[in-house]
C-alpha cells in the first residue's frame, strides 16, 4: 500500500517500506495487478499485487541464488526450464553458461514480460535471445502434459503460493517436475523466508521431499524481501554433490566460488528443525 510518498510491504508480520520518487505504470492484467515505481534507494521497482518483486539495485541477490547454485553443480546443463520469471533476471544468469543449448520459459502472465522488456531492460536483456523459447502457459498445466526425461535443470523463479501459484509447491506439481528432469537432473525454488513463512516452507520442503529422493536447501539474503533470509530449496533424484562443475562465463555480482559452499551452511535452527526430519513417504 501507498502512505504519503512511501510503498510498504506489510501483509507478513515484518514490512518492508520504500520511499516513492514516481509513479511509472499502473495496470492489472488477467491474473494480477501489475504497477512500476521507482524509488529514492531501490532504484525501479516492479511489484505485483502489491508486494515486491524486482528492485533494479538488488536483483542480482536473488536471481544468482537461484541460477548458479544449480547450474554450476550440474556437469552438463544443456536444456533448462524456468518457471515464472518473466522479469528476465533467471534468464540472463542461466545463459551465462556456455553449455546451455535452449532454455523453455513458461510464464503464466504475459503482460510481466513486457512490461519487464520496457522498464528493466538490463534485467530483461536476454529475453529475446535466440536460445530462449518463451510459453506463456500455466507451468502446473504444462508440466502434467511435458516429456519425461527432457530438462537438465528447471529453476521456479514464482510468486509466493498464493493463489493460482498455490499449486507450485503441492505433492503432484513436484512429482511432474521430477519426471520432467533428467536422471541427474536439479530442480530449484525460491522458498521464501523461513522466519515469516515458516508454513509455507514446511510445506514445500515436506512436498518436496516425496517426489525426490534428495533434497536440501540453501540459504541466501534479498535485502529488499521480508525478512531478508531467503531460501531456495533444491532437489534431485540423484545424490546432490555441491561442488562447482560448470563455470558460468559472464560476470556475477553477488555469486562467487567462495560464496557457494557458504550457501550450502544452514543455521543451527533450520537444520535442527527441518534437516533431522524424516522424508515423507
Known amino acids: 500500500m501507498f502512505i504519503n ?35 529514492y534507494s531501490m532504484g525501479k521497482v516492479l511489484l505485483l499485487d502489491d508486494k515486491i518483486m524486482v528492485t533494479e539495485k538488488d536483483e542480482f541477490y536473488y536471481h544468482e541464488s537461484i541460477s548458479h547454485p544449480s547450474m554450476s553443480i550440474h556437469p552438463n546443463p544443456k536444456k533448462i526450464m524456468i518457471i515464472g520469471g518473466g522479469d ?38 536476454e529475453l529475446t535471445n535466440p536460445k530462449l523459447k518463451t510459453k506463456v502457459n500455466n507451468a502446473i498445466e504444462f508440466l502434467k502434459n511435458t516429456t519425461e526425461n527432457a530438462y537438465d535443470v528447471i529453476l521456479c523463479d514464482s510468486t509466493d503460493p498464493k493463489g493460482f501459484a498455490e499449486g507450485l509447491i503441492s505433492k503432484e506439481f513436484y512429482k511432474n517436475a521430477s519426471k520432467a528432469l533428467k536422471e541427474n537432473g536439479i530442480y530449484i525454488c525460491q522458498s521464501g523466508c523461513p522466519l515469516t513463512q515458516e508454513k509455507e516452507f514446511k510445506t514445500s520442503l515436506e512436498n518436496m521431499r516425496s517426489a525426490f529422493k534428495f533434497t536440501d536447501a540453501l540459504i541466501s539474503i534479498v535485502p529488499t524481501y521480508p525478512g531478508c533470509m531467503w531460501a531456495f530449496l533444491i532437489a534431485s533424484n540423484k545424490p546432490i554433490d555441491k561442488t562447482i562443475k560448470t563455470k558460468p562465463a559472464g560476470k556475477t555480482k553477488y555469486w562467487n566460488e567462495e560464496l557457494h559452499e557458504k550457501l550450502f551452511t544452514k543455521p543451527n535452527w533450520i537444520k535442527e528443525k527441518y534437516f533431522s526430519l524424516q522424508p515423507v513417504k
Open 88 to 125: 528476465g533476471g533467471t534468464v540472463r544468469e542461466a545463459l551465462k553458461y556456455k553449455t546451455v543449448g535452449e532454455i523453455e520459459l513458461i510464464e503464466i502472465d504475459e503482460d510481466v514480460i513486457n512490461i519487464s522488456k520496457k522498464y528493466f531492460p538490463e534485467i530483461a536483456c
Open 5 to 39: 510518498g512511501w510503498f510498504f510491504e506489510d501483509d507478513a508480520p515484518l514490512a518492508i517500506a520504500l520511499k516513492v520518487k514516481e509513479h511509472l505504470y499502473s495496470g492489472k492484467s488477467k491474473y494480477q495487478k501489475i504497477e512500476v515505481i521507482d524509488t
